[in-house]
């Protein structure tokens, strides 16, 4: 095994095509850092600390920023605006048949046609996010009071930096190696890791160290659970039927279907998470209101929002419900049952046809719920220890650990695929 992994990482180095894909994803990202690093004028950065300092929700939204809204810069709304306006075309593919049919029965063509749409609902997205954003910087006293010709003037620099990060990304997946903005949320997070440390350090309190072995313990815990149930597959037993064309017999063979546990990977947290920032981001702008009963119905949402064990429950349901969204989504029993039919294979014991496409649909079903809730509990255990412990840091830490793993998961498979296609 160890000499395996000699032979592909060696090849990596030596093949051009690989080389140069790792290279340009090194070059996007060095690209996207640098745009976080350009600050929006006029900020107060004392204000600007006071008002990140133990908040959960602004620290999500530097997460999908890749670190861009602690400093507030030009793409402090990172790829959120693309990522709902991915999440809206998806559920609207339930509501409309036309779209469920381009994003599953068209082939690339009608996938590409499709993520063309979610980019032109990206735009509208990043301007209404940023016009919000803006505003309430403004009132907390973050940004200046700036004219009318500043206030659009920075809307829409955040609203193109948003759209600037999801070409950038886009640019990724098409000439790098991963998924571009799973990989621009991961380099945020990474980025994140040497200021953590410091501030870990310089806060070192040695009474509390049983706490710091407990939390590097389940760390680790959560790594080794994540690659589990990512790489945790049923096998699904397949035979091709005899056929005799001319002198030649063909089929007869008989292999498996690989069925993933969690078919979803990454996404329903992310979609989790940027679903949840939506209610807080309105209910935070409209506490502010001059309307009394506005003001206090918002307020109202935002205490609630921040009971931890009802963000808790919230963040756990929506985790589960896109994990069962997301699989019905990208898998599809009957489209994979005729595809079967078609290539005279069949599964022991049961039908071709209906029959096979509602034994699919069952066994996905079941499966699923495991992987739902691995996820949904994974994602809140941050959180019941914040609750237990009373350390605010960690909550942001559990999130960000697993979107780095599953990240860092995908992208050895597409590194390690690219490798196997060299090799053959």
């Known amino acids: 095994m160890f000499e395996t992994f000699i032979?592909?990482?060696?090849?990596?180095?030596?093949?051009?095509?690989?080389?140069?894909?790792?290279?340009f994803v090194l070059g996007a990202l060095i690209v996207f850092r640098l745009l976080a690093a350009i600050p929006?004028?006029?900020?107060?950065?004392?204000?600007?600390?006071?008002?990140?300092?133990?908040?959960?929700?602004?620290?999500?939204?530097?997460?999908?920023?890749?670190?861009?809204?602690?400093?507030?810069s030009i793409v402090m709304l990172g790829v959120g605006p693309y990522i709902t306006a991915s999440i809206v075309m998806q559920l609207l593919t339930v509501l409309v048949p036309k779209l469920k049919e381009m994003y599953q029965e068209e082939g690339d063509a009608g996938r590409a046609r499709f993520m063309q749409y979610s980019r032109y609902l990206t735009l509208p997205l990043a301007l209404i996010q940023g016009f919000g954003f803006i505003l309430l910087l403004?009132?907390?006293?973050?940004?200046?009071?700036?004219?009318?010709?500043?206030?659009?003037?920075?809307?829409?620099?955040?609203?193109?930096?948003?759209?600037?990060?999801?070409?950038?990304?886009e640019l990724i997946s098409e000439y790098g190696v991963g998924n571009g903005v799973s990989l621009i949320i991961f380099a945020g997070i990474v980025a994140a890791i040497p200021t953590s440390a410091a501030q870990f350090f310089y806060s070192f309190d040695p009474a509390q160290l049983p706490a710091y072995v407990g939390f590097f313990a389940v760390g680790i815990a959560i790594m080794a659970g994540?690659?589990?149930?990512?790489?945790?597959?049923r096998p699904i037993p397949v035979t091709y039927a005899r056929r005799v064309r001319g002198m030649k017999v063909m089929g007869g063979v008989s292999t498996y279907l690989p069925l993933r546990v969690n078919q979803a990977g990454v996404m329903p947290i992310i979609f989790a998470l940027s679903i949840?920032?939506?209610?807080?981001?309105?209910?935070?702008?409209?506490?502010?209101?001059?309307?009394?009963?506005?003001?206090?119905?918002?307020?109202?949402?935002?205490?609630?929002?921040?009971?931890?064990?009802?963000?808790?429950?919230?963040?756990?349901?929506?985790?589960?419900?896109?994990?069962y969204f997301y699989t019905a989504i990208t898998f599809e029993p009957h489209q994979?049952?005729?595809?079967?039919?078609?290539n005279g294979a069949f599964i022991p014991g049961v039908r071709p046809g209906q029959n096979t496409s509602e034994y699919l649909a069952n066994i996905i079903t079941r499966i699923t719920l495991v992987g739902a809730l691995f996820l949904g509990f994974l994602?809140?255990?941050?959180?019941?220890?914040?609750?237990?412990?009373?350390?605010?840091?960690?909550?942001?830490?559990?999130?960000?650990?697993?979107?780095?793993?599953?990240?860092?998961?995908?992208?050895?498979k597409k590194v390690d695929a690219q490798t196997s296609i060299r090799e053959y």
Do not use: H
């Open 7 to 23: 032979r592909k990482l060696k090849l990596v180095f030596e093949d051009k095509t690989i080389r140069t894909r790792i290279l």
């Open 40 to 72: 929006v004028p006029g900020i107060n950065a004392a204000e600007l600390q006071a008002f990140l300092t133990n908040n959960q929700f602004l620290g999500l939204l530097n997460v999908f920023s890749g670190g861009g809204f602690s400093n507030l």
């Open 138 to 169: 403004q009132q907390n006293g973050i940004l200046p009071e700036l004219t009318i010709l500043g206030f659009v003037t920075n809307m829409m620099v955040t609203a193109a930096g948003s759209i600037l990060l999801m070409w950038i990304g």
């Open 226 to 233: 994540v690659v589990f149930i990512t790489e945790a597959e």
């Open 276 to 323: 949840l920032l939506f209610p807080q981001m309105i209910a935070t702008f409209l506490s502010k209101s001059s309307i009394l009963w506005l003001a206090e119905a918002a307020r109202a949402v935002v205490v609630a929002l921040n009971n931890q064990w009802l963000y808790g429950a919230l963040y756990f349901v929506l985790v589960f419900i896109f994990t």
């Open 336 to 342: 994979l049952a005729k595809n079967l039919q078609k």
């Open 379 to 412: 994602a809140v255990l941050p959180i019941i220890l914040q609750g237990i412990t009373g350390i605010t840091a960690i909550t942001i830490g559990g999130t960000a650990l697993l979107i780095v793993v599953s990240v860092v998961l995908d992208l050895v």
